[in-house]
């Protein structure tokens, strides 16, 4: 009887390393993307705001990604040396787009606006984590309903419990 509570604890200890391992490292949390960007350099190191990149946030549903032309508004002189910089100089010359892999998903039918967000005065970290600290980014808020409404509760929002707020 010892034998298997023991394998079963081995076992439970395990699968639980294992398992926060992949979903830390290998899950959609944190994807590899094309081109290796540091958030760390350019929003910690270097103070870009959020919003200089991510320009549709305030007046759109979605934030969006910087086109190759934002970025090689800088990168056309800065570190153009590096690999990363001349794989983004890559998509610049084929005028093509970055395909980045998008961290922070919301299933279709789940409405978000990032604009009433920031108009209410949350801050990205609040949602999307301290983006400010990552070279690479990763999903550090579940994103699901219930985590939604604990947030829309702690703040009073006004509406915020009714379905059809973010079920349009």
């Not at 079963?8 to 639980?16: S, Y």
């Not at 899950?27 to 991510?54: K, M």
């Not at 800088?74 to 093509?96: F, G, M, N, R």
């Not at 009433?116 to 301290?130: P, V």
């Amino acid at each position: 009887m010892v034998k298997y509570i023991v394998g079963l604890v081995i076992f439970a200890i395990t699968f639980g390393v294992g398992y926060t391992l992949n979903d830390l490292y290998s899950s959609d949390r944190r994807p590899r993307q094309p081109i290796e960007f540091s958030h760390r350099i350019h929003a910690g190191d270097n103070q870009i705001p959020c919003l200089y990149c991510h320009i549709f946030a305030e007046r759109s549903r979605v934030a969006g990604v910087p086109n190759v032309k934002r970025c090689m508004g800088c990168h056309v002189v800065i570190k153009t040396d590096s690999p990363e910089i001349q794989k983004l100089a890559s998509y610049w010359d084929k005028k093509e787009a970055v395909p980045w892999v998008k961290v922070h998903n919301l299933p279709d039918y789940v409405y978000f606006p990032h604009k009433r967000h920031i108009k209410a005065g949350r801050e990205c970290k609040d949602c999307h984590g301290d983006i400010a600290s990552m070279d690479r980014v990763r999903r550090v808020s579940s994103l699901k309903m219930g985590w939604c409404i604990n947030c829309h509760t702690k703040y009073e929002v006004k509406n915020g419990h009714d379905c059809w707020t973010c079920h349009i």
